[in-house]
């Protein structure tokens, strides 16, 4: 099945954006196809979050062929306050599709079983001037796969402050680099 109109949503700008109980500005669900998909060349600037679920949210949806890819994708001058649930998540969906299928990673960690997908590419990643205060969770989770890890991926001046923000991220298979953050992601 082919996508009828692009294989890939690409230069977009979304700015100047209060927001109240979202789960996020968020890209994908992202999955490999035989023909392609992508998302890239996305900035996100000038974004208040009040109360969201989410607030910077990237995810994959699995597929048994084909590629995809999420890339060069920004979020600058970002404030979120009193997040419910992880101010930065970044790997597999985390809903289960409307037929029950997906990997339903909504309790991930407490529940482990929360595969990533291994066809979807994520590289060019930027935070920059993000802030989270009153968080209840912990800051964010970052998870790719092993053999296709995420890559060059910079936050630039992350904070995230809240109740479990000294327990760090969950990280799995990211390279990057980190300025001026709290907490060092773990890459």
Do not use: H
Not at 29 to 44: A, D, E, Q, R, S
Not at 68 to 73: A, E, P, R, W
């Amino acid at each position: 099945q082919g996508n009828y109109y692009s294989t890939c949503t690409e230069n977009m700008l979304v700015e100047n954006v209060d927001v109240t109980f979202s789960t996020g500005m968020a890209i994908g669900t992202v999955p490999p196809k035989n023909n392609f998909n992508c998302i890239k060349n996305v900035t996100f600037k000038n974004i208040n979050f009040n109360m969201p679920f989410k607030a910077i949210y990237i995810k994959t949806n699995p597929g048994d062929s084909g590629y995809g890819l999420i890339k060069n994708i920004v979020y600058e001058d970002i404030i979120i306050t009193k997040p419910l649930w992880f101010s930065v998540y970044i790997g597999p969906q985390q809903q289960k599709q409307p037929d029950g299928s997906g990997p339903g990673c909504m309790l991930y960690p407490l529940d482990p079983n929360c595969p990533t997908e291994p066809r979807v590419t994520i590289k060019d990643i930027v935070l920059k001037n993000v802030e989270s205060t009153d968080g209840l969770l912990l800051p964010g989770i970052i998870r790719c796969n092993e053999t296709n890890p995420c890559y060059d991926f910079v936050f630039n001046n992350v904070n995230i402050n809240g109740w479990m923000s000294n327990k760090g991220y969950i990280c799995e298979n990211i390279n990057g680099i980190s300025y001026d953050s709290y907490p060092e992601p773990c890459f």
